[in-house]
């Protein structure tokens, strides 16, 4: 190394920091020069790893041109190879002619180094076919290692990530890898020997590699399978374009259940798939095996399958019904090749659990989670490991967090460090000690949370359907801090402004979240309080956005975005009257904290007098001009600028108008109605009509009714009569 730094010196304008390098090193490692090497080797790896670090960031596409580039080349190098080989055999052909070889043991003296080169062509010829067959090996190694890769995106896939699903790339490379086989085989034949029976074996092996892998579920069936539900499939044949050529016998593909024990003796047994006992019925499940001329695709798609019964197997005490896993087996008998080769090819689903109840959903999704996570290739079915890392745990977590709720905003560490409190019972860890541990299907979904009647994954799986139907906007916007505890939300809003909230998921509720926020007393102090939360059922009547801009406790979103600028895009439009009655809204109030004294009812008042009615309710000061709120029930109700009791949505409708004399909807003469000539119309209130400030004052005077005397004897017997006329009760139709 000390002479190349020297060389490179002399070679240099400027040698002089050159030198000063090779000095250093030459005082530092002369002595010790095996410290030089792991100083380098230091130095290497660091580099190396800088370059996988930053090749790991190259966008996917890049990873496929390298692949394509590296395949394009190995198979050159093939189609090389067995052009050589036909070069060399027809070349040992005419060396081997008897007439020329009769003239050269005759004429020619140097026959003996013409034999030796004949020997010499058939020995090279021997080493290049064991050589290319041995890159042909390796190049099925290559391609079938890809469809193992895309089988695994395809069941990571079940949980959201994002997946490449296009076969023909696949089935281009499949067919030209067939293709060279076939030549090879016939240039094997022709030249005989004794290598033709043993090459003759592998490259047997190969083809009918690519035929067992290249029939694969294209399409999968639905991984929770209820059963008397349709369901479809499809599934594929990579070399049937190019080996069932047109016209051809149809084939038919049958799919079967089976169940996990099933399946192990299948991978021990490929040939077997007949079993001694059925493990369920499965309607119309058998499609023909086509080839689609459009898309160049031997496809059999089973449109209308459906699981008619399902037969349970053995399970552990341990287990419930919705973490027993089967699959659906597809199998196909076909005849290729000019020998009509007989093929069973069978091609298992991913694992699939079965469920006869709507409750039974969630825990058999979590089954699935589970195992399309943390599968490994070539399992044995359906094996899958019982305890993961948690950062792997995050990482699923998330997957399936952005793909259901089908946003481009994630999971942040804030988020994960209250996740593994929840999941691990653990509030005094850190995040890096979290880090370190590992989480167990049992504390997924088996163990009940600490003071919960759920398990971890059904209060995610909560959260996930609430915002996946109710809340993507907000979240997508960031406007929902979501996976924290009370404890974070305590740190961010203990030295806010009054009225300054944040928007977390409810850790005590399946599929809640809830407004916490700070609120100040009579005293001047100030506490954190949480509003009870809303759930699918309240945020499917009045939007989050809408319910959030009816409280008038809160006004900052946290830490400093006034509430008016942050939802202002997420209100709901206001449609417009189709129809002559009077939009009625839904609004949201919350109790004042409980320093606050409740509104006192200051002055008893007869409800049928005309005096004026005081509830005590003091109006908002921004607020000047409060309307009636009359109801759909009998009694009235406070203006929108009272304080309510807990946060509900009122069950009665709520409509805003004032009373008057003139009704704004128009004459009235369509809607028959009893008159009386002492009786005032009551009617809406035109837009012009004063409004009330704080009291609200009874009706006129005049709409008091007089004081009447009982009937008569007499007037009682005429009122009773069938036969009486009684349009005098009614408007007159003229």
């Known amino acids: ?51 996988q670090e930053k090749f790991q960031h190259v966008p996917l596409y890049v990873h496929r041109q390298r692949e394509e580039l590296m395949f394009e080349f190995n198979l050159q190098r093939l189609q090389y190879r067995v052009q050589e080989i036909q070069a060399l055999q027809e070349s040992s052909r005419q060396m081997n002619n008897s007439t020329r070889v009769l003239q050269l043991q005759m004429l020619d003296p140097q026959f003996p180094m013409q034999e030796n080169l004949h020997t010499n062509s058939l020995q090279s010829l021997q ?19 890809r469809l193992m890769i895309w089988k695994r995106q395809q069941q990571l896939a079940g949980n959201g990530t994002p997946f490449e699903e296009d076969l023909s790339p696949l089935q281009k490379r499949l067919e030209r890898l067939v293709d060279i086989c076939f030549q090879l085989r016939i240039q094997l034949v022709a030249f005989g020997g004794e290598l033709q029976s043993s090459l003759q074996e592998r490259l047997d092996n190969i083809f009918n590699a690519f035929i067992k892998n290249s029939f694969l579920v ?76 459009t898309s160049n695709a031997c496809c059999a798609l089973f449109k209308n399958m459906l699981l008619k019964k399902i037969k349970r197997c053995d399970r552990k005490s341990t287990e419930s019904v919705t973490e027993e896993k089967c699959a659906v087996l597809f199998s196909v008998s076909l005849c290729l090749g000019p020998n009509k080769t007989n ?13 006869v109840h709507g409750n039974q959903d969630n825990n058999a999704k979590a089954t699935i989670l589970w ?125 806010a402004p009054v009225g300054t909230f944040l928007l977390r998921f409810s850790d005590s509720e399946i599929g809640g979240i809830s407004i916490a926020y700070v609120t100040c007393f009579q005293d001047g102090s100030t506490q954190v309080e949480n509003i009870q939360p809303f759930t699918a059922k309240q945020l499917s009547i009045r939007s989050l956005a809408d319910c959030v801009l009816d409280l008038l406790q809160i006004q900052i979103l946290y830490p400093d975005r006034p509430k008016h600028e942050a939802f202002r895009r997420h209100l709901n439009a206001e449609t417009p009257r189709k129809s002559s009655y009077v939009p009625a809204k839904l609004k949201i109030t919350v109790d004042l904290p409980s320093s606050v004294p409740a509104p006192t009812l200051q002055t008893q008042v007869n409800p049928m007098s005309n005096s004026n009615l005081n509830l005590g309710i003091t109006s908002d000061p921004s607020y000047d001009n409060p309307s009636l709120m009359v109801s759909s029930s009998s009694h009235m109700s406070p203006s929108d600028n009272s304080v309510y009791g807990s946060p509900q949505l009122h069950s009665e409708v709520t409509y805003t108008y004032a009373l008057g004399n003139e009704s704004s909807l128009g004459p009235m003469d369509s809607y028959p109605m009893p008159t009386d000539v002492d009786m005032s119309d009551i009617s809406l209130q035109n837009e012009n009509a004063p409004l009330y400030a704080t009291d ?33 009760y009614s408007q007159d139709p003229a």
């Open 1 to 51: 190394m000390v002479d190349m730094l020297q060389d490179l010196a002399n070679r240099n304008g400027s040698p002089g920091p050159i030198l000063q390098v090779t000095a250093n090193l030459e005082n530092r490692y002369r002595r010790e020069p095996l410290k030089l090497v792991d100083a380098v080797k230091r130095i290497l790896r660091g580099e190396r790893a800088a370059v």
């Open 127 to 145: 080493t290049l076919f064991l050589n290319t067959t041995s890159e042909l090996e390796e190049a099925q190694k290559a391609v079938l290692a």
């Open 218 to 293: 294209d399409k999968q069936p639905p991984q929770v399978l209820k059963t008397q539900t349709k369901f479809q499939a499809t599934v594929r044949f990579l070399l049937g374009p190019h080996l069932l050529k047109s016209p051809h016998t149809s084939f038919m593909v049958t799919a079967d259940i089976v169940t996990e024990k099933q399946a192990r003796e299948l991978t021990t047994n490929p040939s077997g798939g007949v079993f001694s006992e059925s493990s369920g019925e499965i309607v119309n499940n058998t499609a023909p095996l086509e080839t689609t001329a």
């Open 343 to 355: 093929f069973h090819l069978q091609a298992l689903s991913l694992p699939i659990v079965v469920i």
């Open 371 to 495: 195992d399309n996570a943390f599968a490994a290739p070539n399992r044995i079915p359906f094996v899958v490991v019982e305890r993961v890392s948690w950062d792997d745990m995050c990482e699923t977590l998330n997957q399936k967090f952005m793909a259901e709720v089908q946003t481009t905003k994630g999971l942040l560490k804030e988020h994960y460090f209250f996740l593994a409190q929840k999941i691990f019972g653990d509030n005094g860890a850190s995040p890096e000690e979290f880090q370190q541990r590992s989480v167990s299907w049992s504390q997924f979904n088996k163990e009940l949370l600490p003071g919960r009647g759920f398990t971890f994954w059904q209060w995610f799986e909560g959260v996930l359907d609430l915002t996946k139907k109710y809340l993507k906007e907000y979240w997508s916007d960031r406007l929902i801090m979501g996976f924290i505890s009370k404890q974070y939300v305590f740190s961010c809003l203990s030295n």
């Open 696 to 728: 609200l004052h009874m009706l006129p005077n005049h709409m008091i009714l007089p004081a009447m005397s009982p009937p008569s004897d007499e007037e009682l017997a005429l009122l009773l009569r069938p036969e009486q006329d009684l349009n005098h």
